[in-house]
């Protein structure tokens, strides 16, 4: 079993940036892949980042590319989603996820993630 909890969600103004952070417990963090996935009310939840299990390969979605990056602390156990250039699209909750420890790939479909925490709220304003 691995635990996540979710923070650093806010209200931003379009343009600015957030950090959001999601502290791993229970079962080795590091043998797991993560990702990040946000949803808005009546829809979907959407693949945003996801990121291997050494950390050395990463993925993301067009929207998010070159304004999103994942990165992950081992030691810490610790999943970051760095979010610059927000636009008001990007309003949503965000959620970390993690596969289970035997999946090495890292995948885009959040029914392949088996641990999810609560989630976060980003509000970006116009």
């Known amino acids: 079993q691995v635990q996540l909890v979710e923070s650093g969600g806010g209200l931003v103004q379009a343009g600015g940036s957030l950090r959001l952070s999601c502290a791993a417990s229970?079962?080795?963090?590091?043998?797991?892949?993560m990702g990040w996935f946000r949803q808005t009310p009546g829809k979907e939840r959407e693949f945003v980042a996801a990121i291997s299990r050494s950390g050395g390969s990463t993925h993301y979605a067009d929207s998010v590319k070159g304004r999103f990056t994942i990165s992950r602390d081992s030691a810490k156990n610790t999943l970051y989603l760095q979010m610059n250039s927000l636009k008001p699209e990007d309003t949503a909750v965000y959620y970390c996820?993690?596969?289970?420890?035997?999946?090495?790939?890292?995948?885009?479909?959040?029914?392949?993630?088996?641990?999810w925490g609560q989630g976060t709220a980003v509000t970006v304003s116009s």
């Open positions: 229970g079962r080795t963090y590091s043998n797991n892949v």
């Open positions: 996820a993690a596969r289970r420890s035997a999946l090495v790939a890292v995948t885009t479909t959040p029914g392949e993630y088996t641990y």
